[in-house]
């Protein structure tokens, strides 16, 4: 099916912020919400393939939930989770495409500018990489 909504989650509360607000969004549109985790580590050198595995089950965890609480919030969506074994900016863009997105939610991290510009924000480069609509949902603090 295509027109789904994804959401880019990673457990933090800004992503569990978002969550809410693509759920309802999924449900105006009465199309799927796809949360979408990117596992793949830093390209550190060495063997990363245990910890590649365990970002991996991090993420099937996190999905699990989000994909819980999105039912808890409104059982009428239709939810599905997708781990994507690549950066989580690319991960969430790649999902975008491969649902053909209506759109893309993610939270804010509640990080100031300057220290989102040095850690690589994955918003930051999710709004500026997207040829789709992105919705970026304000962290409460």
Do not use: W
Not at 10 to 19: F, H, I, R, T
């Amino acid at each position: 099916m295509a027109g789904e909504i994804v959401l880019g989650y990673d457990g933090q509360e800004g992503s569990k912020v978002a969550l809410r607000t693509a759920v309802s969004i999924a449900a105006a549109y009465k199309c799927p919400l796809v949360i979408a985790f990117g596992y793949a580590p830093p390209a550190i050198g060495g063997e990363v393939a245990d910890l590649s595995e365990s970002v991996e089950n991090i993420g099937t965890k996190v999905t699990s939930e989000a994909a819980q609480e999105a039912k808890a919030i409104d059982a009428s969506v239709e939810v599905k989770t997708e781990l994507v074994n690549d950066r989580p900016a690319d991960a969430i863009l790649r999902a975008a495409d491969q649902y053909d997105a209506r759109a893309i939610v993610v939270g804010a991290a509640g990080r100031g500018p300057i220290s989102g510009a040095l850690l690589g924000s994955v918003t930051y480069q999710i709004v500026h990489r997207s040829k789709r609509p992105v919705v970026v949902v304000p962290h409460p603090g």
